[in-house]
């Protein structure tokens, strides 16, 4: 997992002195006001869809009445997508983990708006939400769309993409579930490209060191449509856990 790692020496007494090492981050929390209709959705509709790190290991059947296959998005943004995913696919579970509160707040208010059921919503980190409160080999789809690229080199390593997260999902992935990544930007597809080419028990659906083409099931966002008319490119690739 990836945890604050905690190192060990000892003092000149003879006493141990822990150290605590800060894990990188693939995320800044950025200042953001929440309109009315953000704020009220938070507060009227958190208590029936809001999970917390609390809450601890979650029983899908307790969570969510029934026991449909489990889809994790990581990073859902203003949320308008994964709300067209649940309301498309009604027979699958959906986990949505974003840690910027107008994005919860809107998505929970879209929920609300579309009689959505199938969804539940973390505002938490989500290296700490895998950790703590998604069991092993439980779920059938990890979708991490358009994550920050930290497009400046000395920044790449707070992208989240790495071979140790590839198999911290691998570990919550059931045999056969898949990891589904999409970018805008190529040189973050090619360093996705290369870490999970090289993971462990993962294989491209598309075939070795391949894109895959955009699935009918991930929406078109508007700032992908933007793009295209731009003739700027996305990037998916899909894999899936074979061992």
Known sequence: MSEESMNQDHTSSGEEKVVHKKRIKSFVIRAGRMTEAQREGFKQHWQEKG????????????????????VLEIGFGMGKSLVEMCQA????NYIGIEVHTPGVGKILRDAEDFNVQNLRVYRDDAIEVLARCIPDNSLQTVQLYFPDPWHKKRHNKRRIVQAEF????????????????????????????????????YENVAGQNQYHPRPDFRPLTKFEKRGENLGHGVWDLIYQRIA
């Open 89 to 92: 696919q009604p027979e699958l």
């Open 166 to 201: 590839a198999q911290t999902l691998r570990q919550k992935l059931k045999i056969g579930g898949t990891f589904h990544m999409a970018t805008d930007w190529e040189p973050y597809a090619e360093h996705m490209l290369e870490v999970m080419e090289a993971a462990d028990g």
């Open 51 to 70: 999970l917390s790190l609390e809450d601890g290991m979650l029983d899908y059947a307790g969570t969510f009445g029934n026991d449909h296959p489990v």
